[in-house]
């Protein structure tokens, strides 16, 4: 049998960020803020980059009139249970809209939430002084009033050294502001491996021979209608991994090459897999508690001093991940900035515009430095080795 996935998720490279105080965004400046119905067509741009596999982006106009709604209304002062923080990345300069990125709450709440659980099971036979585990998925309602991370995303002509941090951690920044809003256990379901041709192995040894239609007919539908028809339609037995073709045995639990990057920020953020992958495509689940996540532990409150430019920063700035606090308008951007011996952080008069941020006495912003990641990775290698 494979052991892909035996000892935990596959190995993959890590994701490398230039050095911090060298930002490769040439001076531009980026800005996370929750979506408008001006996007619409901006939206619709990006769902034909994201290619199959990606059920939270289809290009579907009224699709995402109604993720635009449930958005708005989640960002307003009385949230439903379950609803969605639908954020997107603008070129400050431009207007361009160039990712997104998302954070899903309340789930399973009304549908089932489906998944595969890769477990073992073991059979014996006394006489014959045999013993003999095997590995089975097993299809498992999971995640009940969990909340999700998801729909990350980023233009190709766009993935500058940062940004893809911008557009993970500042969902984290955003439940360390109001952590009311989200449940304890949060997940992200990664895509799943994929070959040239856009072929998902797992796909065609399994999930095709129960349903009987396409991985982009599947996708499209659950996009549409959730999960629930996968209870009619794949077993409620345990599935023998054995039995299924070498190459889906190969990919259980592995990432698309796209996503590994994201898999390693999460990873260093504090998720973990636990067994769950997707149904579909086999893409891991990993999941964390609200309150271990690394960005959510380190992040600081800070009241501001305001400066005109960035020749007026301390020597010692570095890049920083800027949230306003404030959920009713939220913003986030990566921007140079310095922290002080009295607590504040000095930022310049742009990122405070970009933020939506005055000096009036008692205005406040929530910070992590965009080196933090990596500092910590170097700390727990330096302490395993």
Not at 44 to 61: F, I, Q, R, V
Not at 133 to 156: H, K, M, N, W
Not at 302 to 324: E, M
Request: proline share 5%; hydrophobic share 40%; net charge negative.
């Amino acid at each position: 049998m494979n052991s892909t996935f035996a000892n935990g998720l596959p190995k993959i490279n890590t994701l490398t960020i230039t050095n911090a105080n060298q930002l490769s965004v040439e001076n531009a400046m980026y800005l996370l803020r929750p979506c408008q119905t001006n996007d619409l067509a901006a939206l619709l741009a990006l769902s034909e980059l994201t290619g199959a596999g990606m059920t939270s982006m289809p290009c579907d106009l009224e699709h995402w009139k109604q993720k635009i709604d449930v958005s708005q209304q989640s960002f307003s002062a009385t949230p439903a249970r379950s609803g969605s923080y639908f954020m997107v990345l603008e070129d400050h300069a431009t207007g361009e809209i160039v990712g997104t990125t998302a954070i899903y709450t309340g789930l399973a709440l009304t549908h089932p939430f489906y998944a595969f659980r890769v477990s073992e099971q073991q059979r014996t036979h006394d006489a014959l002084n045999i013993c003999r585990s095997s590995q089975v998925l097993e299809r498992v309602s999971e995640y009940t009033g969990a909340t999700e991370i998801g729909s990350l995303f980023l233009a190709p002509d766009h993935r500058l050294p940062g940004l893809g941090q911008l557009l993970s951690r500042a969902r984290f920044l955003l439940m360390a502001d109001a952590p009311e809003r989200f449940g304890d256990r949060i997940f992200a379901e990664l895509r799943g491996w994929q070959n040239a041709q856009g072929q998902s192995p797992l796909w065609e040894s399994l999930g095709q021979r129960f349903m009987g239609i396409t991985f982009d007919q599947a996708v499209a539908y659950t996009a549409e209608a959730g999960l629930a028809f996968a209870e009619e339609l794949l077993p409620d037995y345990p599935i023998c991994i054995d039995l299924l073709a070498e190459e889906a045995q190969a990919v259980i639990g592995r990432p698309h090459d796209s996503s590994a990057p994201a898999l390693a920020m999460l990873k260093r953020e504090g998720f973990q897999w636990r067994g769950l992958i997707d149904l579909f495509d086999g893409g891991p689940h990993v999941e964390s508690s609200l309150g271990h996540i690394q960005t959510v532990k380190h992040s600081t409150v800070s009241s501001v001093d305001i400066v005109p430019s960035d020749d007026d920063l301390p020597l010692n700035h570095q890049p920083t991940l800027i949230s306003n606090t404030d959920v009713l308008n939220f913003r986030v951007t990566l921007a140079p900035a310095a922290a002080l011996p009295n607590g504040q952080l000095v930022i310049t008069q742009a990122t405070a515009d970009a933020l939506l941020v005055t000096s009036h006495q008692g205005a406040v912003v929530r910070c992590v430095s965009l080196n933090r990641q990596q500092n910590h990775q170097q700390k727990t290698a330096i302490k395993a080795a």
